[in-house]
């Protein structure tokens, strides 16, 4: 990628479609008939100040990539005006500002899946005050009892992560002339590839998702700026230096409604906003809507790939990916964590939770196996799994498997194999993966990763969902063919089961004892003449040889019986530590030496 800084917007259509979508966004008379005029309180920027007169405002919730970890709140909770309140703007966004109960209650909600972004609407009363970053909560209002859902309002993936998508790119410059050095030409290969960038957002979504998923590029060349395909320019009215998040990103969105002549999203699936910088509320490289179409980018952070598709993981309904410390972006095994921060380092996907939320693109290759039973009900099960990079070529077999725990939160378990789509992918490179996750993995909820496993290694979960019993995950086999695919073979199973039959030792042949000798007969002696009587004493009876035996046969030589076949021991929990030196990163014990997984 070029460096290179814009705002993008991302379109949803079909492909036969695109030559009338194009007509559409150059006459606006085809779109909301609206054109949205400046409001006489800010100059056309949403910073408008007064009492609402719509009685209630949607939900939204902003998640900020922080750039170092814990340094700043990632979680904003705040709500769409109505437009008829933003002179006939939509998008605009406000803070909450409210009572601490107000804000604890907003809060509860949100982490006990009540509110939903987008679909959540809060009733604060007609004549509510806002200012130009916040609504102002009447002090009586009962958050609990002001909300409800309205799931017409809802534009998660506008209909779903298939089809066509086309997008948009906006370039923001401030009114002191500040922007991004990266030309429009350079943007727009950055992010949809349309000169020599090979790794970026739209080549990128459509590898993971197996062409599923298509990224259309254009808005029409009356809008384009200097020929850049998919590219718009808007300058505000407003400084981006002392500035907040939000009234930056308001005047954005007044001024590209301005220029296109209607309402957003309009047709578009994402709008993503590039800007010179941050001087106000920083701490964040990049921050996105949970549901919705429109997230932002500051400085170089909008062309590196791992970033945007991190973002516009963010509009798909996705949250972030824990790692084994339990912190909330160090699952490096999947781009939901802390992303690939580089230009052309950007090949890897997302992990196995996430992968059986995307409703879509694996939906043939995703399993549930029914473990919340216990051992009672749940029969040893071995799995075969391909990673997501060679779904295409699985031939049947899983990507993504969901142990069903009979609680909201569940296991899932991949086989991360680093190759095509996948090959830059940053931790446990061809290793199994076990991960949980929330709101039965169907909808928004943080991700943790729990083990990594190479082949030989197990995992227990010493008191699985509801049933009180050890389930153990292990890895007995994993292969990384080339030609693909490379498959991982995993048994899970109660207790000390084991997903292979034990059997039988073999019996051993009868043995013979030691053969009895046939009887032997004396060789035949001639008599000796009989000399006459003698008056001595008499001559004794002939004696007889002993008999010859025959050769003596020993008994037969029997291999000794093979033994019971020994079932794989399940290894024990691998040990963590801290690894001096490697940003405190987690490390396992392996085969008697310490091995640094990243």
Not at 194 to 213: I, M, P, R, Y
Not at 333 to 353: F, V
Not at 448 to 474: H, M, P, R, V
Request: proline share 8%; hydrophobic share 30%.
């Amino acid at each position: 990628m070029h460096f290179q800084a814009s705002a993008i917007l991302v379109f949803a259509g079909i492909l036969h479609c695109t030559h009338s979508l194009r007509d559409n966004l150059r006459n606006p008379a085809k779109q909301d008939q609206r054109r949205v005029q400046g409001n006489s309180q800010g100059n056309g920027n949403g910073r408008k100040v007064g009492q609402t007169q719509v009685e209630e405002c949607a939900v939204v919730v902003a998640q900020l990539l922080a750039i170092e970890p814990g340094t700043i709140d990632d979680t904003i909770i705040e709500c769409e005006m109505d437009s008829a309140d933003m002179d006939g703007y939509t998008g605009i966004v406000r803070q909450i500002n409210g009572t601490p109960e107000q804000v604890a209650s907003l809060k509860a909600m949100w982490k006990n899946g009540q509110l939903i972004p987008g679909e959540t609407m809060l009733k604060h009363g007609a004549g509510a005050s806002y200012d130009e970053e916040a609504i102002h909560l009447p002090p009586g209002l009962v958050v609990a009892n002001s909300v409800r859902q309205d799931r017409t309002r809802r534009r998660l993936q506008n209909g779903g992560l298939t089809g066509l998508k086309p997008m948009l790119a906006v370039r923001v410059i401030d009114s002191v002339g500040k922007v991004h050095p990266n030309s429009p030409a350079a943007m727009s290969d950055n992010i949809f590839g349309t000169g020599t960038d090979v790794v970026n957002l739209k080549n990128q979504l459509e590898a993971c998702s197996f062409g599923k998923l298509e990224i259309g590029v254009g808005v029409g060349a009356s809008q384009e700026v200097d020929g850049a395909p998919g590219m718009i320019e808007v300058t505000l009215d407003i400084e981006l230096v002392g500035n907040s998040r939000s009234a930056i990103l308001n005047a954005a969105k007044v001024k590209v409604q301005d220029l296109l002549g209607h309402s957003l999203p309009g047709p578009y699936e994402q709008i993503m906003f590039n800007l010179q910088g941050c001087y106000q509320d920083c701490g964040w490289a990049a921050y996105a809507y949970i549901n919705r179409w429109d997230s932002v980018y500051q400085g170089n952070y909008y062309y590196m790939t791992g970033v945007q598709v991190h973002e516009l993981g963010h509009n798909f309904g996705l949250a972030h990916s824990g790692g084994l410390d339990g912190a909330t972006y160090t699952d490096h095994t999947g781009m939901m964590g802390n992303p690939l921060y580089s230009d052309e380092t950007g090949k890897m996907c997302y992990n196995a939770a996430k992968n059986f939320q995307i409703d879509g693109w694996y939906n043939d290759a995703k399993r549930t196996l029914a473990t919340n039973g216990g051992s009672s009900s749940f029969i040893p099960t071995e799995l075969n799994l391909v990673g997501v990079a060679e779904y295409d070529i699985r031939g049947g077999r899983d990507v993504t498997v969901k142990l069903e725990t009979g609680t909201s939160t569940d296991y899932f378990i991949g086989y991360n194999r680093a190759t095509g789509p996948n090959s830059q992918n940053d931790e446990a490179d061809n290793e199994v993966t076990v991960t949980t996750s929330g709101n039965n993995g169907v909808s928004y909820s943080q991700s943790f990763l729990k083990a990594t496993l190479q082949q030989g290694e197990s995992y227990t979960i010493n008191s699985f969902g509801t049933t009180g019993q050890a389930l153990t995950i292990t890895a007995t086999a994993i292969s990384t063919a080339i030609p693909g695919p490379g498959v991982a073979t995993v048994c899970v199973a109660y207790g000390t089961s084991s997903c292979t039959p034990t059997t039988p030792p073999p019996t051993p042949p009868p043995t013979t004892g030691q053969p009895t000798p046939p009887p032997t007969t004396a060789s035949p002696t001639t008599p000796v003449p009989t000399p006459p009587p003698t008056t001595g004493q008499p001559t004794p009876s002939p004696t007889t040889a002993p008999p010859t035996p025959s050769p003596t046969t020993g008994a037969p030589t029997t291999a000794a019986p093979t033994k019971f076949p020994t079932p794989q021991p399940t290894n024990p929990p691998t040990d963590v530590f801290v690894c001096s030196g490697l940003w405190g990163g987690e490390c396992k014990s392996a085969n008697g030496g310490n091995t640094c997984v990243w």
